[in-house]
C-alpha cells in the first residue's frame, strides 16, 4: 500500500562490534550527539551513545541542507534513512551497525489520492 510519510520517525539501537560488557548504570558513560546542521528544536537529542550503544531518536524528514521536506513518500523514506546515517556517523557508527529499526508511514488522504498532489 503506498502512503505518505507525515511523521516518519525512526528508532535505531545499534551496536559496536566489540559488543556491549555489562557494567552498573551509574558507570556507563552517556553522550549527547548533535549532528553538524541538524536543528535541536524538540524536548529529546537526535542520539545518544551509552558505553557501547548508539541510540538514535525518531527521525524525520527535514533535510537540514535545505530544511525543506521532499514531497514524494519514497523521498520522505530516503531523506529520513539519511538523518537516521548522520546521527549515526556522529556516534561513530554507521547503517552496517545497526541491529533494530522502525519505520512508521501514514496512509495517504483519499483527497490527495483524488487530485494526484502526494505522488
Known amino acids: 500500500m503506498r502512503g505518505t510519510l507525515l511523521c516518519t ?13 555489562q557494567a552498573p548504570a551509574e558507570s556507563v558513560q552517556k553522550q549527547v550527539l548533535s549532528p553538524e546542521g541538524v536543528a535541536i528544536n524538540l524536548p529529546f537529542s537526535p542520539g545518544i551513545v551509552a558505553g557501547d550503544l548508539v ?7 527535514r533535510d537540514s541542507k535545505s530544511g ?7 523521498d520522505q523514506a530516503r531523506q529520513s534513512m539519511e538523518n537516521v546515517r ?15 529499526c522502525h519505520a512508521y508511514g501514514v496512509p495517504r488522504p483519499a483527497a490527495s489520492a483524488r487530485d494526484g498532489s502526494q505522488r
Not at 55 to 61: D, S
Open 86 to 100: 548522520v546521527v549515526l556517523k556522529t556516534g561513530g557508527m554507521d547503517l552496517a551497525n545497526v541491529v533494530s
Open 9 to 21: 520517525a525512526f528508532l535505531a539501537l545499534v551496536a559496536a562490534v566489540s559488543g556491549f560488557a
Open 68 to 74: 525543506q521536506h521532499p514531497a514524494p513518500w519514497e
Open 55 to 61: 541510540f538514535v531518536a525518531g527521525q524525520g524528514t
